[in-house]
């Protein structure tokens, strides 16, 4: 099992969590919605459930629900700034389209490989 992080998106995570003043680490996950299936969530993780997995990568602990595993497997975050927008972006191999938007995505009807 891998998620990975870019070195930019690792420091944005640290300094995130560093300001926020709490937290155990990264908790990465999908949700249905969009025009291609699922989107993204990211949020700092405060706990750890019966329900989660927990990696690490580049000294982040990184929490991701079991359910949600399938579809993140081999994914690498990176943290880009361009212009005035600062965004995280995924590199999913699960991923088989996205939206115009790049909000959503989807995967093929055998699902995660």
């Known amino acids: ?3 990975t ?3 930019s998106a690792a420091r944005q995570i640290t300094t ?6 709490e937290g155990i680490g990264f908790r990465l996950g999908v949700k249905r ?7 993204y969530v990211v949020d700092v993780a405060d706990h750890i ?4 997995v927990l990696l690490e990568n580049r000294g982040i602990k990184i929490v991701v629900n079991t359910e949600h595993l399938p579809l993140l ?8 700034r361009q212009g005035l927008s600062n965004s995280f972006r995924f590199r ?3 991923v088989s389209g996205e939206c115009g938007c790049g909000e959503s995505f ?3 009807a055998h699902g995660a490989r």
Request: aromatic share 10%.
């Open 1 to 3: 099992m891998s998620i």
């Open 106 to 108: 989807s995967v093929d």
């Open 33 to 39: 919605t969009g025009c291609s299936g699922f989107a």
């Open 92 to 94: 999913n191999p699960n």
């Open 73 to 80: 497997e081999g994914t690498e975050i990176d943290f880009v």
């Open 49 to 52: 459930t019966k329900d989660d």
């Open 16 to 21: 995130f969590i560093t300001e926020r003043g």
């Open 5 to 7: 992080f870019t070195e």
